[in-house]
């Protein structure tokens, strides 16, 4: 066991990967009725796929194989009949799926698909953008008189609409070393059998993390373990996962503990499962959160500690700054409650330029004196303790779930990026400062990620990169990849043959464990709206402009998702939903905890 997995080992006892290769969807088992569990598509419209039909054109041949591709079958026998017979049994549809933007058309004899890539899933159901122009000349042969396809695209292809409707992600869930599980999504077609569903998760929880997440996470599952039977099955809201694996019975109390929550919190997405019962070859499987009357995992015996979005912080109020003093403001009152904190920092002794509360509320960090030096109050009322000077333009801090401070600023100048432990402030050594200027960063409420908006030239770029600790105090951020914010496949407000585009973007903020919100505008001019994002930019969903001011900064209380805003004329809004409601004058930052 790693000094990384027995660190989170520890973290589990006291709160109380990895195969590789394509992540084939089961299509058999129990077919059982299971109540409350929602269809994953209520708004679909379920499309009979029909073979090829005699005398067919090449267009509708191409058609038609592209709708069978759409559409979720075992084997993807109907869409094989649209191949020639060697093309059938050459293609391999479960090697990956690629969404494009436009339909077919006819030119000059040839069938094209003549316009964007959209994005793929990779063999192991994560979404990555591709956001490129492309040509594809599909290749029809006779055979036996009608048209078919004879070199197939590698893999599925699916229109971008289609993709929308009949796709959805899912978090499969693996243990960070911050302490926390972290999600990693995948995308599913509907499936309707619950047994099927569930297997579905389970073999690709156990099959490991994703390529890009793996660095920055662990798994408790040991190696070689699979599903004895092939599937999961579901009965009175019990899901017993049959595993087999020569690794399972080596694994201590803190193991078992990890592996219980990884599949626990990955089958709970299965609306009506309760209880998780692991069994090893066919034993009863014991973790230390079983029910001793048969051995079973509820689902609420899992530590909450664990949940990727701190427990703590939920009912904290907001702070703010306010005439350079920092003040609390009460949440519930018709009227705004607005007191100053106990102290130095709220007596306006230093003017504070940005602020960041910690889960508990109990603590502060301020950028102050212009942005050139960070300071921290341990508990309300204490003397602030400077931590980092020798600076500029010191960006808004975070005070992250392991307690950490993050700080982005200049020295000798070049950007750095810091966490601070006590007084001990460590250079982080992170390649995507590299990309541009960091105008605004945020780590995950897992702790395991970071986004950050790097502007280059005229435009604001928007990165995930990975939270990446080997041993107890080294930190880095590697592997930093760009969501392309231009466009969106699931549930997007904007298409890849639309104009609609995200220029610039000044703030950045976690709205849940999968979840950004931005600031984001469609020029350097504005208006700047609030814009979620998934991570990886497979949904950017804008709301409109509202009101007669413009956000500068924003702040989201995580688990309640209450955004509040800072504005251009210093006031201070939140969202109601309906409507945004003014809390605030004189205001030049916000924060909630974390």
């Known amino acids: 066991m790693s000094s990384a997995r027995r660190c989170l080992a520890l973290l589990v006892a006291m709160a109380l990967l990895t195969l590789t290769g394509c992540v084939s969807l089961p299509t058999t088992g129990p ?41 979720y079958q075992a084997g993807y026998t109907v869409a094989k009949q649209y191949l020639t017979r060697s093309a059938a049994e050459r293609w391999s549809p479960e090697d990956s799926v690629t969404i494009y933007s436009d339909p077919p058309q006819a030119e000059d004899g040839q069938v094209v698909l003549n316009g964007r ?48 409707s009949r796709y959805t992600a899912y978090n499969l869930y693996f243990p960070g070393s911050a302490g926390a599980l972290v999600p990693d ?12 569903f569930a297997s579905s998760l389970v073999k690709a929880l156990l099959d490991g993390p994703s390529k890009w997440l793996a660095p920055a996470v662990e798994t408790a599952v040991p190696e070689g373990t699979s599903l004895s039977v092939g599937s999961v099955t579901i009965a009175n809201g019990t899901a017993e996962v049959p595993l087999s694996g020569p690794g399972l019975q080596q694994l201590d109390d803190a193991g078992r503990s990890l592996l219980a929550a990884q599949l626990v919190y990955t089958l709970k997405q299965v609306a009506t499962v309760q209880n998780v019962l692991l069994l090893d070859d066919s034993v009863p499987y014991r973790v230390p959160q079983s029910d001793p009357r048969g051995l079973a ?26 005439d350079g003093a920092v003040v609390r403001v009460s949440a519930n009152a018709d009227v705004p409650q607005v007191e100053k904190v106990a102290g130095g ?27 050139t030096r960070l300071r921290r109050s341990a508990a309300e009322g204490a003397t602030p303790t400077r931590v980092l000077s020798g600076v500029t ?39 995507v400062l590299a990309e ?49 914010v231009r466009q969106g496949v699931v549930g997007s407000t904007s298409s890849a043959s639309s104009n609609t585009t995200v220029h610039d973007m000044r703030d950045v903020s976690w709205s849940g464990a999968t979840t950004l919100l931005v600031l984001a505008a469609s020029g350097d001019q504005g208006p700047y709206v609030l814009t979620e994002v998934s991570q990886d930019a ?30 251009d004329d210093q006031r201070a809004f939140r969202d109601e939903g309906q409507q945004w409601r003014p809390l605030l004058t004189r205001v030049t930052a916000v924060a909630y905890p974390g």
């Open 31 to 71: 077919i059982e009725k299971v109540e409350g569990l929602e269809p994953a598509c209520q708004s679909c419209v379920n499309v009979d796929v029909a073979p090829p039909q005699p005398g067919g054109s090449k267009l509708d041949v191409v058609r038609g194989f592209l709708l069978a591709n759409a559409n």
């Open 117 to 164: 890539f959209v994005g793929f899933l990779d063999k192991d159901l994560s979404f990555t953008t591709q956001a490129r122009k492309f040509k594809y000349a599909f290749d029809l042969v006779q055979e036996d008189g009608e048209w078919r396809i004879g070199t197939p695209f590698p893999g599925l292809l699916i229109q971008q609409d289609a993709f929308t």
């Open 185 to 196: 999504p995948i995308y599913l077609p509907p499936l309707r059998n619950p047994a099927i």
């Open 297 to 322: 995992i509820p689902v609420r015996e899992i530590s909450p500690e664990l949940d990727p979005i701190p427990v703590e912080g939920t009912e904290q109020p907001l702070h703010a700054v306010q």
């Open 345 to 371: 920092l709220g007596s306006g002794r230093y003017r504070v330029d940005s602020l960041a509360v910690s889960g508990t509320g109990n603590e502060l960090a301020v950028v102050t004196d212009r942005g």
């Open 393 to 431: 333009s010191l960006l808004r801090p975070q005070i992250t779930r392991t307690g950490a401070i993050w700080a982005i600023g200049q020295r000798k100048g070049r950007q750095r990026l810091w966490t601070v432990v006590g007084d001990q402030a460590v250079e982080v050594k992170a390649p």
């Open 436 to 484: 541009g200027r960091v105008r605004a960063f945020r780590v995950s409420p897992d702790g395991s990620r970071i986004a950050l908006l790097v502007r280059n030239g005229t435009r604001t770029r928007l990165f995930l990169a990975l939270v990446q600790r080997t041993g107890s105090d080294s930190v880095a951020v590697v592997d930093g990849r760009e969501l392309d």
């Open 538 to 567: 497979s949904s950017v969903q804008s709301e409109p402009a509202v009101g007669d001011w413009e956000p500068e900064e924003l702040t989201v209380l995580l688990r309640t998702g209450t955004t509040v805003v800072q504005t």
